[in-house]
Structures are given as C-alpha cells and as structure tokens.
C-alpha cells in the first residue's frame, strides 16, 4: 500500500530506481516471511516423519517410547541452534542416551535406558558392532555405577527403569568388569529377591515402555483387522507404516516378565571373568538365592510354567558355570556350592522329576560331575542313590549324545575314588553291562574316561573284581589297553589313562596279566621303547596328565614283578637312563593327580615317587646281576 501511495507523488529524477527498489525490497521481506512459515511448516512435517523413521528403526514401541526420540530432537536441535549446524558436539543418540543417565529427569532416565536397550539389541547379531557400541558406554564416566545403581531401585514409579536397566546391563555383562564398581553384587542380588505376587504387579503395572502381554494380543487383532482394509488402500497402508509406532518387542515381555531371569543371566555372563567370579564367590547370599530358583519350594503361583522352566534351566546353567571356574576362585565356589543344604535335593529333584528337560538332567550331571573333585562333595553325593544310577544309565547309554557319556564318565571317575566299600556301588550299578566298556574303550572319544573309571574301579574294588565272574570280563580287556598302548598316535591323558589301567589290572589279576605279556613278546621291545620315550620326554610333568611318569614307572614295576626275565629288554631300551632323569627333575605338580586350571585339587595318594624310582631301578637291574 505504501508502494502505491508513493506511485501518485511526482518524483525528482534524479531518484527514477527508488520505486523499482523499494518494491523489490518490500517483495524479498514479504517472500523472506512466507519462507520462513514454510520453513516451519515442513521443518514440523518432516522431523515428526524422520523421528518416526528413528523409531522405527531403533525398534522403540508405544506412544511414551516417543518421548524418547522427542528429547533426543530437542537436545540436538538446541544444540545446532547454539553452535551452528558445524558444532563439534557429539549429537549422536547413544551420547544422548549415555548423558541422560545422570539427569535428575525420571523421563530423561527412562528415555536413557529405553533407548540403550534398543541399540544393543539391535546390534547383538554382531559381536564387533556390540563391542564398539558397549566400548562407547563404558567409556563414558559412571556410566555403568550408574546403570548398576538402577538395579536397586524399588520405587513404584521406577520399574520401568530397573526393567530396562536390568536388560542393558545383561546384554553388556559379557564385556564387563565389575571389581571397580562397588555394590554391583548387591545390586544383582536384588533382582533374586522374588516376590509371588511380582509377576503379576509386573504384568499389571502401567509404566512408559511397558507392553503387559494382554496389550501385545490387543495389537495383534487390530493388525489383523488393518490388514483386511489394507487391501482397499495399498498406498494408504504404505503411508500409516511409515508414520505409526512400531509395536513392542513381544518376545521380551513373554518370556522376561521377571526381575529373577534377569539377574540370572547377568550372573552367567558376568562369569566369564575370574575377577567377576571372585566378585560374585564373595556376595553374602547370593548362591544360597540362585539354588533356590532350581527348587520346586518355591511359591510361584503367579509364574507359569514356562518362566518356571526358564528359572530351573538358567540357574543350573550359571551353577554349572561357577562350578568350572579354574584356579583358587574356583575350588572357593565349588566348596560354597557344596555347602548348600539344599543343593544336592534339588539336584535329585530334577532327576527325578519326569517333567524335567533333558537339557536340565544334562546340566546336573555335568554339575555333578564338578563338586566331585572336591572329597567331601564326593562322599554327600554317594549319598543319593539317585546319582549313582542316573550317571551309570547316563554313561553306558548307547542313545546319549558322546559329550554326555563323557561328563557322566569323568562324574564316575572322581567318584570312584576313595573308599572301597563306598565305591563298590558303581561296579554294582554298572553290573552286567561292565563287558560293555570293553567297547567303549576302542572308541577313541571314550577312551580316556572309560580308562580313568576303570582303573579307579579296580584300585577300590580288587576282592570283587577277583571273583571268578568279573576276572573274566576283566582279563579280557587286557587286549584292547595293549593294543591302545601300542598306538604311535596315542599320547598325552590317553595314554596315561590306559598305562594306568594296565597296572591296575596286573595287581588285580597277575597270572591274566602274565600271560597277556607272553602272548605280546614279539611286539614288547616296542611297548618298552614307547613307555621309555614317554618318560624321557616328560622331564617337566604336565597338569593335563601330571601322572604321567609315575604311572609309566608302575607298569614297569608291575611288568617286572610279574615276568623277571624282560629286564633285559628294559636294560637295552636304556630305561635305567630314563629313571636317573625322573630323579634329578622332581616336580611339585606329580603331588596331584587332578588339576583345575594351575592349581591342584585332588593330591597323590599313592606312594611317593621317588620311593618307585628306587623300586624300578633295583628291578630292572638287579644287585645280583654281574656287569
């Protein structure tokens, strides 16, 4: 109007190009502000688009999870506001998510979490990228005391946090290490303390983030009800999928309704580490609370009967895990694992139980099979009939997958050590099928354990094994550990095993066993070479089979005991050379005879070793002998 208004004046020529100017001026103003409201309208449109494509990708569900995504928007909007679109701050949203941790803002901690959990699930189909995502977590300062301190809040209104907390701290615990973090046993243990009524609360309770399972069926009759429409407007479906909320993860409030199977898993993971094991060797309580979510004592009225499966299942699996732990942390577990009142019944329980899993039966034996290196474990566990029968059935099924056989075997074998009257109850159990190990001898994956289960038998049991019926059996194996022997490509715990064996049987059934060697005389300059060899080349005793020399040198004393006249054939394989090395390369690791990693756990009975050095010596060349 201006502009018009100036058009009606008589105008100096000198000033022809200020109408044309000023209307140009006026035009840009005008078009600058209809710029500017189109640039809010579509900055609207298109963030509220590209937060829903944000979402949608990092798997985020329900209108509250929004929220997340919402203060991410502003957070960084603000910040390129600030310092312009070049800002050198980190706008990426894990920093985002990582930051808000600290905040004071229970949205804020929510969004944190929410958000933390939706990365690394994302991510958990690969280790590298899981690794780089978890590396920018735990960089940051306090970042994992402060998602650990989560865990032990019980307030109402934080449950969705502790929730999510709990999951981002399980998918982490395989890369962490939690001495530096105080209080995170206690933290854990926390989610262990199961109230019956908490899956229900936890079912019921409305919290941003949360999906209750009733909700989860909800959504999907109203997708079947959409996808009936649909098929009048492809394009509009098209549109609605790319602007809506993607549901919730149904999986994991199916099947991680509770705060138990969280802290289940975090603890099995956090295992991995020695540290973390002692960490966890150390928490007042805390094994006394996992065996008891193994037990059907407990009240779960509320739970079903797959959560109840889950618990059983995932609380053996960590037990079994803390039960292998290596070293001196190790021996520390299994002793407070044996201790429990309770934990050997409920073993029983799940054996018993014809509702068991196979998978739950296996992770008892392999259990077992553990705590028997621990002497007084053995003697608690000979106590339940139960064992004994399952770990027979177990070893001698023909059904059952090898590394089954193989952990009820190295069960049978710790067992059978110690006291004859007990131990005979294996050979009892084991009963008309023990001709069937004859053949489990010949399998190689069997080997070892059938060996060390054998000779055990026969050191425990020598008067039964002496009966005419299972000297029978027994003299036939003779044969087999022989030609097993005499395998060039027999070595390390095999070999020990079976030279082991062979003695054993000598001292049980001499005459068998003199005989055998008559029957091998063309090939015994060869057997004496191998055992010479073995011995000369184990001047520094390994813990994988840290009998090795000492067995050597009884099958020596056993064979010249037995047969006198083959010393010769020892003098000439130079095995006097081989007895003069074991005596001037003494070892501390020859005092056990089981190690668990570097330390030894189950000590040498057996005379000592020097004391057979000079026994061999004076056998195989005898005082008497003239040069």
Not at 200 to 222: A, F, H, K, T, W
Request: glycine share 4%.
């Amino acid at each position: 109007m201006r502009l018009f208004k100036v058009n009606g004046h008589h105008i100096d020529n000198n000033n022809e190009h200020l109408i044309p100017a000023l209307k140009i001026f006026y035009v840009m103003v005008f078009l600058q502000g209809i710029s500017y409201i189109m640039a809010c309208m579509l900055e609207t449109a298109f963030s509220f688009l590209f937060r829903r494509l944000l979402a949608k990708e990092c798997g985020l569900g329900e209108e509250p999870e929004m929220k997340s995504i919402n203060l991410y928007y502003e957070d960084a909007y603000d910040k390129c506001m600030q310092d312009g679109v070049l800002s050198q701050e980190d706008l990426k949203l894990v920093r985002f998510a990582v930051d808000s941790l600290s905040s004071n803002s229970h949205i804020q901690n929510l969004a944190s979490v929410r958000i933390l959990y939706s990365l690394l699930k994302k991510t958990e189909t690969s280790k590298s990228n899981t690794g780089l995502l978890v590396s920018e977590i735990t960089t940051s300062n306090n970042s994992v005391a402060t998602l650990i301190s989560m865990l032990g809040w019980t307030e109402p209104e934080d449950e969705g946090i502790r929730l999510f907390a709990a999951e981002v701290i399980a998918k982490m615990a395989d890369n962490l290490w939690i001495v530096g973090v105080p209080g995170t046993m206690q933290m854990v243990s926390s989610l262990l303390d199961y109230d019956p009524r908490a899956s229900e609360v936890c079912i019921n309770m409305e919290v941003p983030g949360y999906l209750p399972p009733s909700r989860i069926l909800d959504l999907s009759e109203q997708q079947t009800e959409n996808n009936v429409l649909n098929t009048q407007n492809k394009f509009l479906q098209r549109v609605m999928n790319l602007i809506s909320i993607p549901n919730e993860d149904k999986e994991f409030w199916i099947t991680k309704d509770s705060f138990p199977s969280q802290a289940l898993e975090i603890l099995e993971k956090l295992a991995h580490d020695h540290d973390n094991c002692a960490e966890i060797s150390r928490a007042t309580g805390l094994i006394a609370k996992i065996i008891g979510f193994m037990s059907s004592t407990i009240d779960t009225t509320n739970i079903p009967k797959p959560q109840k499966e889950l618990w059983t299942t995932s609380s053996l699996k960590l037990i079994k895990k803390l039960a292998s732990t290596n070293g001196e942390i190790g021996k520390v577990l299994r002793q407070k694992i044996s201790e429990q009142p309770l934990i050997l019944s409920n073993f029983a329980e799940v054996l018993e139980d014809s509702c068991s899993s196979k998978d739950q039966m296996e992770l008892v034996l392999e259990i077992l099979a553990k705590l028997a290196i621990d002497m007084e474990a053995r003697e608690d566990i000979f106590s339940f009939q139960v064992f004994i029968t399952k770990l027979v059935n177990a070893f001698l099924g023909r059904e059952q997958q090898p590394s089954v056989r193989n952990v009820a075997g190295e069960a049978l074998s710790l067992l059978s050590m110690g006291n004859a009257s007990k131990f005979s109850a294996i050979l009892e159990a084991i009963g008309p099928s023990f001709i069937d190990l004859k053949d489990m001898l010949l399998h190689d994956e069997y080997t070892y354990v059938t060996a060390s289960l054998l000779q055990n038998v026969c050191a425990q049991s020598l008067e039964k094994l002496s009966q005419a019926g299972s000297s029978g059996d027994l003299s036939s194996f003779l044969p087999v550990v022989f030609a097993k022997i005499m395998n060039a490509e027999l070595q390390g715990k095999k070999l020990e095993a079976l030279v082991s064996l062979a003695s054993q049987i000598c001292k049980v059934l001499p005459q068998h066993f003199a005989h055998q060697l008559e029957l091998q005389h063309e090939g015994l300059p060869n057997l004496v070479k191998k055992l010479v060899d073995t011995l000369k080349a184990s001047k520094k005793p390994s813990v994988e089979y840290p009998r090795m020399r000492r067995v050597i040198i009884e099958m020596t004393i056993c064979m010249l005991e037995t047969c006198p006249r083959y010393a010769k054939v020892f003098r000439e394989k130079r095995m006097m050379e081989a007895l003069s090395i074991v005596e001037r390369t003494p070892s501390k690791v020859e005092k056990y005879r089981v190690f668990s990693g570097n330390v030894g756990v189950i000590p040498e009975s057996g005379l000592p070793l020097p004391a057979l050095v000079a026994r061999a010596k004076g056998l195989v060349a005898p005082a008497t002998q003239t040069p």
